[in-house]
Nanobody, 122 residues
Framework: VQLQASGGGLVQPGGSLRLSCAAS????????IGWFRQAPGKEREGVSC????????YYADSVKGRFTSSRDNAKNTVYLQMNSLKPEDTAVYYC????????????????WGKGTLVTVSS
């Protein structure tokens, strides 16, 4: 069972990136998938989650209206589209999976992928 996050990089403020979270060894559709991030010197925080039950999505207030999470079941992949990026979005981003119908916090997640670094800077 593996999760692999990818798509990070360096982007200027106001720019966009799309992160991918690909699963192997299990079907992502059976899991709620969360995106988390950790900035240097800060605690890990939840960014977004898409529920397995009905595909409902949840976002942290700091990213509402700018980030969108979606699933592609055929590719067994979840995406995080990040628009209007700000320097404060700079962090290592992780995806995580929970075998259930709701979105727990980080301590409740079953599987974690390695992070991908997003740097927003001019």
């Amino acid at each position: 069972v593996q999760l692999q996050a990818s798509g990070g990089g360096l982007v200027q403020p106001g720019g966009s990136l799309r992160l991918s979270c690909a699963a192997s060894g299990f079907t992502l559709n059976d899991y709620s998938i969360g995106w988390f991030r950790q900035a240097p010197g800060k605690e890990r925080e939840g960014v977004s989650c898409v529920s397995s039950s009905d595909g409902a999505t949840y976002y942290a207030d700091s990213v509402k209206g700018r980030f969108t999470s979606s699933r592609d079941n055929a590719k067994n992949t979840v995406y995080l589209q990040m628009n209007s990026l700000k320097p404060e979005d700079t962090a290592v981003y992780y995806c995580a999976a929970y075998r259930g119908t709701y979105c727990p916090d980080a301590s409740g997640m079953d599987y974690w992928g390695k992070g991908t670094l997003v740097t927003v800077s001019s």
